[in-house]
């Protein structure tokens, strides 16, 4: 079955840096596009970045370009988010999820049990 376990949450003071990761399993990983969303306590659900099957195309929220970085690493099955210039509004539980197949964008069925990061001084 689908498996998505993500990595890498913590606590980082404003202007630091996390690297999340998410292990996928249970799939043709390079056949898929995938996300990562995050969701902040009494806020919706919200793309951060996708990322096509084979990483040639990316997409980021206007909230985090320039700062966070999407990448992944298909011999490994290894989704990866690198997270600069952190600020305090950064703060969510972050998800790793499937996209569609053999394309970039979002995704409904599956997702990772999600990893805490906390932005504060």
């Known amino acids: 079955q689908v498996q998505l376990v993500e990595s890498g949450g913590g606590l980082v003071q404003p202007g630091g840096s996390l690297r999340l990761s998410c292990a996928a399993s249970?799939?043709?990983?390079?056949?898929?596009?995938m996300n990562w969303y995050r969701q902040a306590p009494g806020k919706e659900r919200e793309l951060v970045a996708s990322i096509s099957n084979l990483g040639g195309r990316t997409n980021y929220a206007d909230f985090v370009k320039g700062r966070f970085t999407i990448s992944r690493d298909n011999v490994k099955n290894t989704l990866y988010l690198q997270m600069n210039s952190l600020e305090p509004e950064d703060t969510a539980a972050y998800y790793c999820n499937r996209g569609p197949y053999w394309d970039l964008g979002p995704g409904h069925d599956y997702w990772g049990q999600g990893t805490q990061v906390t932005v504060s001084s």
């Open positions: 249970g799939f043709t990983f390079n056949t898929y596009g």
